[in-house]
């Protein structure tokens, strides 16, 4: 209830900043061009790839690429989201009111949290919508678009946790901004070491980190339990962190 | 805690690393008392608040709000708190409903209650006619009875303001002060400020806090004695010699300031100017001024301050050399 509350008021705030609208703006803009751009071309190979046993569907091939580059276009824009959340309210010094307020560090964390996340899924439907205009013509593969979905609202949440952390960490929102976007670009590109890497263990491992590997195989429609867990324990991992450093606030300054 | 104490202090320190803010204070706030926190720059008094509110940890101390322990059960003691910080804690891109709103709900006001709980706390910082204005446009004034408004919302046993009237204009300031008097017929309230005029007009109890140490703690009447100054200001026409305005009962020193006019040091208990006045006329000295000079709050605060501090000294220097 009081979570609810809180994030309610972090949508509210975000609406009523002009960075919001003009993130949704921009957001459709690039997209609507990658999916007209992609349609154009799926429909341009149509005479070949109707020659193929087994082609590929107009889902995996014009949709899945879509979500894929929304995704890392998301890496650059959600830094831009989370960056004041708590930074900015340390900064005009309107966190006390939530401090002296009786509320618990994690639920201020949470609804922080759950506040940025419904804001991205509100972006992620309409993503959504312009893919989901094509089944008027055609039929498409549901279970493959539900699963690639799922992988962009884990990973967006992903995103808002490590955005969410940075912010605890500083009162400079830019400061924030850069080193959410650091740890994100790392974890998209730690895999590249891991095919140099010897040492199987250890490529695996890297491997393993990667956010962009348990996207892959979600965006293939395989439903990977383990996929699914390591963004929970991701972001489980971020949120609890965030709510240590709010506490440190209280006992040191 | 059967009594009507809303705050006991105990033992209340902090440190900020080797810095010792606040060192082992004790103290209490009563129903309808406003209690004021008095106190130079860096003597503690925004420490001594933050951790009575909860925003920060006290290294040693126990803080009970309403007989409930503010470290044990923060949720409960904190619902019994309203706290307007030094810089009000309000979102700009908020009209001031929409913020009180909020506040209520974060107080888990129930959803029936809030529209009264906004009107009222609105009409009693007379913040009626901005209710749908953003609060980034309004001036500091209002903006301060936002905060004044945001910590009374959830009518709280205990109010704590941290210098309510900074960048008020002087009809705001009375205005904030009158509230702050209102407030305590429902409210304890605890205020905090440098303004030592604001102390006397408001509160019933002073405390002075000085390097993290409580140094006084009395009521407004006691201060008031403590004020009466123990010097008379008396102008003659035809001064006698020093010696006879010594020789007056009750007299301990005599100061000469020329033209006739001298200052005449007296001990607490025994006033002179009776016997003054009688003797002038008696003796024909041509009695024109007889003043009781009163100190004024600034004089006692700086003897306060200082004096504990030249006692601190003396008592770190005999460490030193024990």
Known sequence: MMILTLAQREIRSL?????????????????????????????SLQPQ????????????????PIFSSASFILMMVVPLLTMRLISEERRSKTLTLLFSAPISMTEIILGKFFGILIFLVIMIGMLTLMPLSLSVGVTLDYGLLFTVVLGLILMMGTFAAVGLYMSTLTIQPTVAA??????????WIIDWAGSKVADENASGALAYLSILRHFE????????????????????????????????????? | MTNQSLITVTHLSRHYGPIEAVSGIN????????????????????????????????????????GIDLLDRPKQAKAEIGYLPEQPPVYRDFTVDEYLRFCAQINRMSREAIPAAVDKAKARCGLEQVGRRLIGNLSKGYQQRVGIAQAIIHSPAIVVLDEPTVGLDPIQIREIRRLI????NEHGVILSTHILPEVQMTCDRVQIINQGRLVFSDNIANLDQRMRATTLLVALRTPPAMDALSAIPGTTQVEALGEGRFRLHHAQELNPAEELARKAVAEGWGLLELTPERKSLEQVFVEITSTEHVEATAASEEEHAA
């Not at chain 1, 790839?49 to 899945?64: F, H, S």
């Not at chain 1, 195989?217 to 962190?241: A, E, P, Q, R």
């Open chain 2, 27 to 66: 103290f209490e706030l009563n129903r309808g008392e406003v209690l004021g926190f008095l106190g130079p720059n860096g003597a503690g008094k925004s420490t001594t608040m933050q951790m009575i509110t909860g925003n920060l940890a006290p290294s040693a101390g126990k803080i009970s709000i309403c």
């Open chain 1, 15 to 43: 609406f009523y900043s002009p960075l919001a609208w003009s993130i949704l703006a921009v957001m459709q803009f690039i997209l609507a061009y990658l999916f007209l751009a992609q349609l154009q071309e799926y429909i």
């Open chain 1, 178 to 187: 850069i080193s959410t976007f650091g740890i994100l670009l790392l974890l």
């Open chain 2, 181 to 184: 008097r209102e407030l305590a």
């Open chain 1, 49 to 64: 790839l109707r020659m193929m046993a087994e082609a590929p569907g107009v889902t995996g091939a014009v949709i899945v």
């Open chain 1, 217 to 253: 195989s979600l965006s293939k429609g395989v439903f990977n339990s383990s996929d699914i867990m390591y963004y929970l324990l991701f972001i489980i991992t971020f949120l609890v962190l965030s709510i240590r450093r709010l506490d440190v606030d209280r006992l040191q300054h």
